[in-house]
């Protein structure tokens, strides 16, 4: 990793190459998912069923799966992980039941009734990483707080796990932990279809595949591009980029614990960011040191030191100060305080997708059983962007009575602004109320 001082330039400087990671626009990754959007949106199954066997090199006989088989697996699930899943249910159920909101009424002189409505959405996709590599704690994340929210009905879709059967048969089936992680958290219905093709599926419906009204969750580039270029035909969380962490330590931070939240992070993927900001040289050293010793041992080991050779630094501050300040301009996903008092810092702390403070809260403690949400902001939009939460599900309705005696009191002050801005029918629609 480099070692970086930070002198108002080199520090930018670095913070400008990291950025470029996820700032361009791919044309060849637009290009091939226009094209599977067009066709699924043309072909529906037979699109579905086309490039599932092209890009996984099997597809499901049906593509939904059977509630029996989503029950079977919760059952057939191994204790540990089942024991697992219920704590992090349990966690993650009591934090956003914090966030439920209803919605108000505010009655005013001569009868006027101003109001909100608020309502889950009816019906929500959920794509899942699945095949290889599983993650149950996506499920949980994403279908907990839309149960909450009110959410009518739960679609999601997830790759299959493709298997070489006897002979040189091909087949395919849903990954169990998933299956297991959808039953525990009430997922109605499950699909199995992965990529663009089962983005565009949830978005315009097919002969199996309902249509959804959003569609949440992680994915690759394509899983990602297929979401942005289909936002506005229907709703999505976020554009979700490479992940990302920073850490604050003062001299006091214990290098061991640094080295592995950083590694943590970095092998998730090659262009993931892990980056230090000390005000102590000795601990940047020693956290080098760290993770020479424990990147040996992990299995991920060529992904991490990828990640850390090209996204990765080590940046010496002159203060506490200049290091929040910094947090706030970057605004990471994940922000560890390794810091003798973090709470004393939080304050400070305007943009972050999610904050660990001390060393007791490791990053992975979010991801998997704290109870907050670990579909983060990425790439610099915590500046204006927030957690997966009930709120991303749910959407609002005004609505308005008034009287005629209090629309008569209001009438001239609405036809005065109406015809300022040149729109005469709608001072119209006023007036002639009272001819």
């Known amino acids: 990793m480099n070692i970086i001082y930070a002198d108002n330039k080199r520090e930018y400087e670095f913070f400008d190459e990291m950025k470029k990671r996820t700032g361009g626009i791919n044309l060849s990754a ?180 309902p249509k959804v009204d959003k569609i949440v969750g992680p994915g690759n580039i394509f899983v990602a591009t297929a979401k942005k270029l289909l936002f506005g035909q229907v709703d999505i969380d976020m554009i979700a980029g490479p992940s990302e962490i920073l850490i604050l330590a003062d001299d006091e931070a214990n290098p061991a614990y640094i080295a592995a939240d950083l590694m943590s992070q970095a092998e998730h993927d090659p262009m993931a960011s892990a980056v230090l900001l000390t005000t102590s040289d000795k601990i940047a050293q020693k956290t080098m040191e760290q993770i020479e010793l424990q990147i040996e041992k992990l299995e991920r080991k060529a992904i991490i030191e990828k990640s850390l050779d090209s996204f990765g630094a080590l940046i010496i501050c002159g203060s506490m100060e200049e290091m929040v300040g910094l947090a706030n301009i970057i605004a990471p996903e994940h922000l560890e305080l390794m810091v003798k008092e973090p709470m004393k810092y939080l304050p400070g702390i305007k943009n972050a997708g999610s904050v660990f403070c001390g060393e007791y809260a490791p990053e992975p403690l979010g991801d998997y059983l704290s109870g907050t949400n670990h579909v983060l902001p990425t790439s610099g939009t915590a500046r204006f962007s927030s957690p997966l939460g009930v709120d991303s599900f749910i959407k609002k309705m005004s609505y308005t009575f008034y009287t005629r005696e209090a629309l008569a009191e209001d009438r001239e002050d609405i036809i005065t602004i109406a015809e300022k801005e040149g729109l005469d029918a709608h001072a119209n629609a006023i007036k002639v109320r009272f001819e």
């Not at 090199?57 to 919760?74: L, N, R, S, T």
């Open 30 to 209: 637009n290009a091939a998912v226009l094209s599977i959007i067009n066709e699924v949106r043309e072909k529906g199954d037979e699109a579905v069923r086309e490039y599932g066997m092209k890009f996984d090199g099997a597809i499901p006989e049906c593509f939904e799966v059977d509630k029996e088989e989503i029950k079977q697996a919760w059952d057939n699930a191994e204790t540990a992980l089942k024991k697992a899943l219920l704590h992090a249910k349990e966690n993650i159920t009591a934090y956003h039941e914090k966030q439920a909101r209803s919605g108000y009424e505010m009655e005013k002189e001569n009868g006027i009734v101003l109001g909100q409505i608020v309502r889950g959405l009816s019906r929500v996709g959920i794509y899942v990483p699945g095949g290889t590599a599983a993650y149950p704690s996506t499920v949980l994340m994403n279908a907990i707080p839309a149960k909450i929210a009110g959410v009518e009905e739960i679609i999601m879709v997830t790759p299959p796990v493709v298997e070489q059967r006897e002979g040189s048969e091909t087949g395919c089936r849903a990954n169990p932990d998933i299956l297991a992680a959808a039953y525990l958290a009430g997922v109605d219905r499950v699909f199995l279809a992965g990529g663009a093709q089962a983005v565009a599926a949830l978005t315009y419906g097919t002969e199996s595949v």
